[in-house]
């Protein structure tokens, strides 16, 4: 599969599955159950009273780290904050706390934002920086730049390790599945040697929440269980909880994995910022060719 197709595919999985995932975000599974059966089409509506196709922070966000490495791919700090700070002065519907902390306290160094809102609320292990990360998997082809990559945007506002090892891992599968490697492969390589290898074998023992090891473990559950791009991301939204973001976090390997082609158009076609996306994938993948010349 070529290479630019999976990069399409890897932006629209993220926003299919933050629209698809932000009906029944909050709700536990048995009140998705009761209200929709089990829901498979996009119909917005939910806690932030989405529209038909409008996505939340996950994809906003996500946006904002690929503007910014297209900006400067050999310094994106500085670009991916500016985007950060243009998304949070709209006014969003969807911003984590952490990161509306870190956004509303900036003076400059990200990183020490990041510590002070750490030291502020307690902790910082939510899952905002692993939502939006893909877009370094999909432009760095060197794993040492996009490991490093993968960690700074992560530690821009979020400071748990956690947070950043995790992104660390979900980039490296998308590194492998961007050399054509099966998904059950490459999670299979990159957690076999983490605390997350037991999601192998058995299902996670957590509730899908937005503490960033229960969101990952889910992640990982439901890609190693689905059989489509379709299965990946209504196995997500029917979970309840944080649905928008293991959604939109599963999405986005599922839809690297079968390509754009492969995502049902009753999807696509209704994502609101469809334009947005399409341009972004062939900017990246002119980014990423002419790296890699």
């Known amino acids: 599969m070529d290479v630019f197709n999976r990069i399409k595919g890897?932006?629209?999985?993220?926003?299919?599955?933050d629209a698809l995932g932000g009906t029944t975000e909050f709700m536990t599974s048995k009140e998705v159950k009761a209200k929709y059966g089990y829901l498979t089409e996009i119909?917005?509506?939910?806690?932030?009273?989405?529209?038909?196709?409008?996505?939340?922070?996950?994809?906003?966000?996500?946006?904002?780290v690929a503007e910014g490495i297209l900006a400067n791919p050999l310094d994106p700090m500085p670009y991916i904050g500016e985007q950060f700070m243009n998304w949070y002065r709209t006014d969003p519907k969807d911003i984590g706390n952490i990161i509306r902390h870190v956004l509303a306290t900036f003076e400059g160094n990200w990183f020490e934002a990041a510590f002070l809102t750490d030291q502020y609320m307690g902790q910082s292990a939510?899952?905002?920086?692993?939502?939006?990360?893909?877009?370094?998997?999909?432009?760095?082809?060197?794993?040492?730049?996009?490991?490093?990559?993968?960690?700074?945007?992560?530690?821009?506002?979020?400071?748990d390790e956690r947070c950043n090892e995790a992104c660390s891992i979900y980039n490296r599968i998308v590194w492998r599945l961007l050399q054509n490697e099966s998904l059950a492969d490459a999670i299979?390589?990159?957690i076999r040697h983490t605390d997350y290898k037991d999601i192998l074998f058995a299902e996670p023992n957590c509730e899908p929440s937005g503490f960033v090891v229960h969101t990952f473990r889910w992640v990982l559950n439901i890609l190693l269980n689905s059989n489509s791009y379709a299965d990946t991301v209504q196995k997500a939204a029917n979970l309840g909880g944080d649905s928008d973001t293991i959604g939109a976090i599963a999405g986005g390997l599922a839809g690297v994995h079968c390509g754009f082609e492969q995502i049902?158009?009753?999807?696509?076609?209704?994502?609101?910022?469809?334009?947005?996306l399409n341009e972004l994938a062939g900017r990246i993948f002119d980014l990423r060719e002419a790296r890699t010349r």
């Open 188 to 190: 299979e390589q990159e």
């Open 264 to 276: 049902p158009v009753t999807y696509s076609s209704v994502i609101i910022i469809k334009d947005q």
């Open 43 to 64: 119909i917005g509506g939910g806690v932030w009273e989405l529209e038909k196709g409008e996505v939340t922070d996950d994809t906003m966000m996500t946006l904002c």
């Open 10 to 17: 890897g932006l629209y999985g993220v926003a299919i599955g």
């Open 126 to 159: 939510g899952n905002g920086s692993l939502m939006r990360c893909l877009p370094v998997g999909l432009v760095y082809d060197n794993l040492t730049e996009m490991d490093k990559y993968s960690r700074m945007q992560s530690k821009m506002t979020h400071y």
